[in-house]
C-alpha cells in the first residue's frame, strides 16, 4: 500500500530520493511469514518508515540532497535506524532534504525540489521536507528528520503533521552526517502524537559510540499518550513572541485557541519571556555555519565525497586553479563541483567567523550568548512545566519566495532555534487550518529529558 501510494504521489511531490521496492516487499513478506507461524513480532513489525537522506543506510545511498555524495552508499546503518529496524520497522526509502540539511524549504536539493502536499505550488518546509511530505501525503505513517535549527518542526508545521525535536543526547547522532553536531538531534515525524511517541520509544536510547548520547534510560513514552487531563500543569505563554511584528494572524490565532484548549484541559496558562530571545537567529547562523564549516572539510574528493579533476577533458586547467599544487587544485575543484551555493555560502561564513581575527568577536561571543539562552530557559522552567508558542511566523511560503533571499530565509526559524541552542526538546503540533486552507502549526517546548511531558499535553490537545 506505501509503496503504491508512493507511485502515485512521487511524479509530483518528490518526498523521496530513493525507494527501496524489491527489499521492502521483501522485508514485508518475511513478517507475513513470521505472523502467520505464529512467531512473535517485534513492536513495529512490518510499518513502512521513510528516512531522511541525511542518515546513513547501509543497504541504500545516503546523498544529503547534495552531489557531493551523489554516489554514496555507507558502510552501516545509523544507530537511530538499526533501532527502528531492530523493533521491526521497515525502512521503504529515503528522504529529500534541504543539501546537507541547510535550508528552510528543502529547494537547496540538488534531487530536485519537494512540493507541500497541500498546495504543490508551496514549500513543504525544510531541511526535512521531504519527511513531512511523505507522511502528509499518505505514503508512509511514519517519517524520521533531523532538526538543526527547527527542520523537524517547520516543516511538520507546513505540512499539518506532527514532528517532535527530542532532547539533544536523546538519540544517537552515530550514523547521522554532521551539520552542526552542538545542535543536531533526530527526531520522528507523524500523523499523531501517539505515532510520534512510538517511533520516538524504538529509535531513542545511549549509543556508547556516540559520546554525546546521555546515559538515561528512555521512560514509556507511550503510556503517556493516555493523559487526558492537565490538572497541575502549568504552560508558559510565549507572548513577545506572538505580537512581534510580522508574524500572522492566523500562527497569532493558532496559539490563542490553543491557550483555550489547555485551559479547558486543566492547565494553568500564564506569561513568560525568554529575554534573549531576539539573539536566537543572529547567534544560531555564527555557531551553525561554523560548526558545518569544520564537518564539511572531509568531503575534499579524497576523504570522502565527488573527486574532480582540475583539469578538463582536453587536460586543460582552470586559471583559477592554474597556480595551485596539484593536490589542492583537485579539492577545490571537487568542493567547487560537488556544493551547491547555499552550503557553500554557509562554509564561508563559518570559515570567517572561525578565522584567527574574528574568533572572539565571532563565535566566542556567540557562545557566551548561547550560555545566557539556555538560562533564560532555565529560569523559566523553574516556574513552568511547558512553554507555548509558535512555530513559525505564517505558514507554508511559496516555492521561489524565499529562495533568493537568505536572510529572509533564516528568519523562518525565528521560533525554532532555541530549543537547539538550549538542547531541550519540542514538539510541532497542527493546529488547523487558515482562511486559505493551509496548515498552522503550534509548538510546545519542555525542559532536557522530559519528553513525557510534550507528549501528554499534545496527546491531550490532539
Ligand atoms: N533552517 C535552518 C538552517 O537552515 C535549520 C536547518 C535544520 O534544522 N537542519 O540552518
Not at 528522504?95 to 497541500?118: I, K
Not at 572572539?360 to 511547558?386: C, H, W
Request: glycine share 10%; aromatic share 6%.
Amino acid at each position: 500500500q506505501a509503496l503504491r501510494a508512493i507511485g502515485a504521489t512521487q511524479p509530483s511531490i518528490n518526498a523521496y530520493t530513493h525507494v527501496a521496492y524489491d527489499a521492502a516487499l521483501n522485508a514485508a513478506e518475511a513478517v507475513d511469514r513470521d505472523r502467520k507461524a505464529g512467531r512473535p513480532l517485534p513492536p513495529l513489525a512490518g510499518l513502512p518508515v521513510a528516512i531522511k537522506d541525511v542518515l546513513c543506510t547501509a543497504d541504500m545511498p545516503t546523498t544529503c540532497s547534495s552531489n557531493m555524495l551523489r554516489n554514496f552508499t555507507p558502510p552501516y546503518d545509523a544507530t537511530i535506524v538499526a533501532n527502528l529496524k531492530r523493533a521491526g520497522a521497515i525502512v521503504i526509502g529515503k528522504t529529500n532534504m534541504d543539501e546537507f540539511a541547510m535550508g528552510a524549504s528543502t529547494e537547496t536539493s540538488a534531487m530536485g525540489l519537494t512540493r507541500n502536499p497541500w498546495d504543490e505550488d508551496r514549500t513543504p518546509g525544510g531541511s526535512s521536507g521531504g519527511a513531512a511530505a511523505a507522511v502528509a501525503s499518505g505514503t508512509v505513517p511514519l517519517s524520521i528528520g533531523t532538526d538543526t535549527g527547527g527542520s523537524i518542526r517547520q516543516p511538520a508545521a507546513f505540512c499539518g503533521i506532527t514532528g517532535l525535536k527530542p532532547t539533544y543526547g536523546r538519540c544517537s547522532r552515530l550514523g547521522l552526517v554532521a551539520f552542526a553536531s552542538s545542535l543536531d538531534q533526530a527526531g520522528p515525524l507523524g500523523w499523531s502524537v501517539e505515532d510520534v511517541a512510538i517511533g520516538l520509544q524504538a529509535m531513542a536510547g545511549y549509543d556508547p559510540a556516540d559520546s554525546t548520547s546521555v546515559d538515561q534510560e528512555v521512560p514509556d513514552l507511550q503510556s503517556a499518550v493516555a493523559t487526558d487531563n492537565l490538572q497541575g500543569v502549568r504552560i508558559g505563554v510565549l507572548r513577545d513572541s506572538i505580537d512581534q511584528e510580522g508574524v500572522a494572524p492566523s500562527v497569532r490565532k493558532a496559539v490563542s485557541d490553543a491557550e483555550k484548549v489547555f485551559t479547558d484541559l486543566g492547565a494553568e496558562i500564564v506569561e513568560v519571556s525568554l529575554r534573549h530571545s531576539p539573539y536566537w537567529v543572529p547567534t544560531y547562523y555564527v555557531i551553525a555555519p561554523c560548526e558545518a564549516s569544520s564537518n564539511l572539510s572531509r568531503f575534499d574528493g579524497a576523504h570522502y565525497g565527488h573527486r574532480q579533476s582540475a583539469q578538463d577533458a582536453d587536460g586543460a586547467v582552470d586559471e583559477s586553479l592554474a597556480k595551485a599544487e596539484p593536490l589542492e587544485a583537485m579539492y577545490r575543484a571537487s568542493r567547487a563541483a560537488g556544493f551547491g551555493s547555499e552550503v557553500k555560502r554557509r562554509i564561508m561564513v563559518g570559515t570567517y567567523a572561525l578565522s584567527a581575527g574574528y574568533y572572539d568577536a565571532y563565535y566566542n561571543q556567540a557562545l557566551k550568548v548561547r550560555r545566557l539562552i539556555r538560562g533564560d530557559y532555565d529560569t523559566a522552567f523553574e516556574s513552568v512545566d511547558l512553554l507555548l508558542g509558535p512555530v513559525t511566523p505564517s505558514p507554508a511560503f511559496g516555492l521561489g519566495e524565499n529562495i533568493d533571499d537568505p536572510i529572509a530565509m533564516y528568519l523562518c526559524d525565528l521560533f525554532t532555534v532555541g530549543a537547539n541552542l538550549a538542547g531541550v526538546p519540542a514538539l510541532s503540533l497542527p493546529a488547523g487550518v487558515d482562511d486559505e486552507g493551509l496548515p498552522v502549526g503550534i509548538q510546545l517546548q519542555a525542559p532536557v529529558m522530559q519528553e513525557a511531558k510534550l507528549i501528554a499535553a499534545g496527546a491531550g490537545f490532539q
